[in-house]
């Protein structure tokens, strides 16, 4: 069995947390920080922030109030130190009945963040995924796109970010299992993607390694 089968398959052990009782020491906080990621998937977000190679940062495109973005935080500094980068434009929402929804929730995820220790592995950076990566030149061990669903937008992080994901490195995918944009994407790159080998489904998640 090669070397390239060989850690697919470790990494699959280890996020799914056969390795690691780290989680569970830290996992109390970070559960009541707002957001809509279940247990397996910050479990996942955790384990694979811890033992993703150290020569690369991560990336994380949508953090909302930092639910996600405390989880990769706290697997990194057990281990790599690896800094997240939390790419959000971190504005309110509007519907088209004209509510506000979440109003001043940068200032929620800078305090979450600092309340759960991790303030100082985290670089948000308050802007639109394509505007952040417009002259980007750090390599990527683990990028996570959780930012907007719709099929075009989540399409478009994957392919504007995946040249900066290393050799071995892992992209992941949230809502793979209910939302229809991240669900198509995830199957369009199994079927046809050759750079990236699907390894692992938690819950929400769907991950990739780059194999080439």
Do not use: C
């Not at 990336?59 to 790419?87: D, Q, W």
């Not at 290393?166 to 939302?179: E, K």
Request: charged residues 30%; hydrophobic residues 40%; negative net charge.
């Amino acid at each position: 069995m090669d070397t390239l089968v060989l850690g697919i398959l470790a990494f699959q052990r280890v996020a799914l947390g056969d390795d690691f009782m780290g989680f569970n020491k830290v996992w109390p906080k970070m559960k009541d920080i707002p957001g809509w990621m279940s247990e397996p998937d910050m479990r996942f977000l955790y384990n694979t922030a811890k033992t993703i190679p150290s020569l690369g940062v991560i990336v994380e495109i949508g953090s909302f109030k930092g639910r996600s973005t405390v989880a990769l935080a706290f697997g990194s500094k057990e281990e790599n130190k690896n800094t997240v980068y939390a790419i959000d434009k971190f504005e309110e929402f509007t519907t088209k009945q004209h509510k506000t929804l979440y109003p001043h929730f940068f200032d929620d995820f800078m305090r979450n963040v600092t309340d759960a220790g991790v303030k100082d592995i985290i670089i948000p950076i308050k802007m639109k995924s394509e505007e952040a990566v417009k002259g980007w030149d750090k390599a990527i061990s683990f990028l996570f796109i959780d930012g907007d669903h719709a099929y075009e937008s989540v399409k478009q992080d994957f392919e504007l970010w995946k040249t900066h994901v290393r050799d071995g490195g892992v992209v992941a995918f949230h809502d793979t299992r209910s939302w229809p944009g991240p669900i198509q994407l995830v199957k369009e790159i199994d079927e046809a993607d050759n750079a990236f080998k699907k390894t692992v489904m938690v819950d929400e998640i769907t991950a990739f390694v780059r194999v080439r």
